[in-house]
T-cell receptor, first 112, second 114 residues
Framework: RKEVEQDPGPFNVPEGATVAFNCTYSNSASQSFFWYRQDCRKEPKLLMSVYSSGNEDGRFTAQLNRASQYISLLIRDSKLSDSATYLC?????????????FGTGTRLTIIP | DAGITQSPRHKVTETGTPVTLRCHQT?????MYWYRQDPGHGLRLIHYSYGVKDTDKGEVSDGYSVSRSKTEDFLLTLESATSSQTSVYFC?????????????FGPGTRLTVL
């Protein structure tokens, strides 16, 4: 079983719709969690950290479920500019000794 | 913008030749990382550095070496390039706050080994 698993997609979603991705992780000792977005042929860019209580940043909401070992990302009112690959990232190390494991990404295309 | 540049951005080389990739940062971050990204795999850590002359191996370090003689520069060397090292290479730095350590990436180097 992979340490971090994501549905690769592609998710083809009409503009304005709501879309959600899940990501599961296998190491229950994982300490912190992130979502990155990656545009084609570009570097990954931090979208948001995922906090235990869940957090929201504009149209984006991230949730963590430690019991079931998954994190989720919800995008509301999707825009064409949201088209990208979304990477789930899990840190299984301690602060100062991070060991990041990256998922292979979920590809999202927003359709006009 | 985390102030990270990578050079070269693209390189084509032949099997058996040595190749050095450079990562340069302008913000005095202590931690620097080299990853590779291949289809079907998440980003995988090659080597990382936690200070000048302090480096350690990641999960896919075979065939790679690194050096960090200055805070701002982290070099990745392929001693004798092989076709399996064709990949996109990303450098990253860690931005450390009281509560979190977050990694930011450079623009990447696309390496092709023929």
């Amino acid at each position: 079983r992979k340490e971090v698993e994501q549905d690769p997609g592609p998710f083809n979603v009409p503009e304005g719709a709501t879309v959600a991705f899940n990501c599961t992780y296998s190491n229950s000792a994982s300490q912190s969690f992130f979502w990155y977005r990656q545009d084609c042929r570009k570097e990954p860019k931090l979208l948001m950290s995922v906090y235990s209580s869940g957090n929201e940043d504009g149209r984006f909401t991230a949730q963590l479920n430690r019991a079931s070992q998954y994190i989720s990302l919800l995008i509301r009112d999707s825009k064409l500019s949201d088209s990208a690959t979304y990477l789930c990232v899990v840190n299984r190390g301690d602060f100062g000794n991070e060991k990041l494991t990256f998922g292979t990404g979920t590809r999202l295309t927003i359709i006009p | 913008d985390a102030g990270i540049t990578q050079s070269p951005r693209h390189k084509v080389t032949e099997t058996g030749t040595p190749v050095t990739l450079r990562c340069h940062q302008t913000e005095n971050h202590r931690y620097m990382y080299w990853y590779r990204q291949d289809p079907g795999h998440g980003l995988r850590l090659i080597h990382y550095s936690y200070g000048v002359k302090d480096t350690d191996k990641g999960e896919v370090s075979d065939g790679y070496s690194v050096s960090r003689s200055k805070t701002e520069d982290f070099l990745l060397t392929l001693e004798s390039a092989t076709s399996s090292q064709t990949s996109v290479y990303f450098c990253a730095i860690s931005e450390i706050t009281i509560v979190r350590n977050t990694q930011y990436f450079g623009p990447g180097t696309r390496l092709t080994v023929l």
